[in-house]
């Protein structure tokens, strides 16, 4: 925060460089953005700041409310995103633009929330150990054959929460919840650490099968320690048994109170333009979404996958049920 604290009040008291100016709002990493907002700059000559949280975003927006210097947030998951339009934090936005370079199926459609990116929520299985052929949908994770070989994060994690909330849209919670507790059931040890934890514990022998994003392959792959993590494992894309694979997206909305309306919705036009995706897309090893892009070789070389059908608005209103379901459960007991 205190980079764009500085950067405004440098503003207010020098003449200012630049005309114009868009603020950010972001929970990405500075190594994802730098490459985009210099690019945009360069580009437009509109100067970006951006504030960097670990939490509380939308906290911060409501407690500063029209004072905000905030234009535009920047996350992942579709659940923050809902979260900020469920507080009344961002505005709707209308472009032909915007429509142009995100599909309806990425984007709000009253226009809250812009797609940018997504990532597919996969199995990473013991090279070793499991035959990937043995492992085809996510149902199948919670039969007793797996008993006690799978690891993974907190069940109250949103990437858990965003999953458990596609499994009660194509089956319902009764069903959702058995199947929480049939994975439950299955798992090496208690829900702990972050995705490449979990493959670290594969590796190490701990266990045999964990959820995990797909960008995190990349990752692993690309760190020297962790390298030896990622070549143990097979990157397998299980379904749904009545879908497809289960995927979120990395997102952009306009703040209500945007004080650079005019700047900010270059910036969302810019960021889903096909190079600005492709750019963030691979910096972040994930997929972009407008026509005519392509993901990096590496991403590409994981697979195929048809992406699950359910309506991310559905997995966002599913979102408490979801967690109730991981509580009642006591999945990280
Ligand atoms: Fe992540």
């Known amino acids: 925060m205190l980079r764009l604290t500085t950067a405004l ?7 200012p460089a630049f005309a114009e100016e868009v603020n950010i709002y972001s929970y990405r990493q500075p190594e994802l953005l730098a490459p985009l907002t210099d690019a945009f700059t360069a580009e437009t000559g509109i100067k970006v700041n951006v504030a960097y949280l670990k939490k509380g975003l939308v906290e911060r927006l409501k407690a500063e409310g029209r004072r905000s210097p905030a234009d535009l947030i920047l996350t992942v998951d579709i659940s923050r995103l809902a979260t900020a339009v469920d507080a009344g ?3 709707p936005i209308e ?13 709000d ?4 929330w812009w797609g940018l990116t997504t990532r597919a929520r996969i199995v990473y299985a013991s090279k070793d150990r499991v035959d990937p052929a043995d492992i085809t949908t996510y149902e199948d994770l919670a039969d007793p054959k797996w008993k006690g070989r799978i690891c993974t994060r907190s069940g109250t994690h949103v990437y858990t929460l965003a999953l458990v909330a596609a499994m009660i849209e194509h089956h319902g919670e009764e069903k959702a919840k058995t199947w ?5 059931a299955n798992l090496a040890r208690k829900p702990q650490g972050n995705d490449r934890a979990q493959v670290k514990a594969i590796w190490a022998g701990e266990c045999d099968i964990s959820f995990g994003n797909t960008y995190y392959m990349g990752k692993m792959l690309s760190d020297e320690e962790q390298k030896d993590w990622a070549n143990s494992v097979n990157v397998l894309f ?9 995927v979120n997206i990395s997102g952009v909305s306009m703040t209500k109170s945007a004080p650079n309306k005019e700047a900010a919705l270059k910036m969302m036009e810019f960021l889903t333009s096909p190079k600005a995706q492709e750019i963030y ?6 997929y972009p979404i407008a026509p005519g892009t392509e993901a990096i070789d590496l991403v590409k070389s994981w697979g195929d996958f048809e992406v699950d059908n359910v309506n991310l608005m ?6 408490g049920q979801a967690l109730k379901l991981v509580e009642e459960v006591d999945f990280d007991g």
């Open 95 to 107: 472009s032909e633009t915007l429509k142009a370079n995100v599909p309806s199926l990425y984007h």
């Open 9 to 15: 009040t440098a503003l207010a008291i020098a003449a």
């Open 180 to 184: 929480l507790e049939g994975v439950k």
């Open 89 to 91: 934090v961002t505005q």
């Open 109 to 112: 459609p009253a226009g809250q």
């Open 238 to 246: 299980p379904t749904f048994e009545n879908g497809g694979t289960h």
């Open 281 to 286: 897309a691979s910096a972040n090893y994930e």
């Open 314 to 319: 559905d997995l966002a209103a599913h979102r």
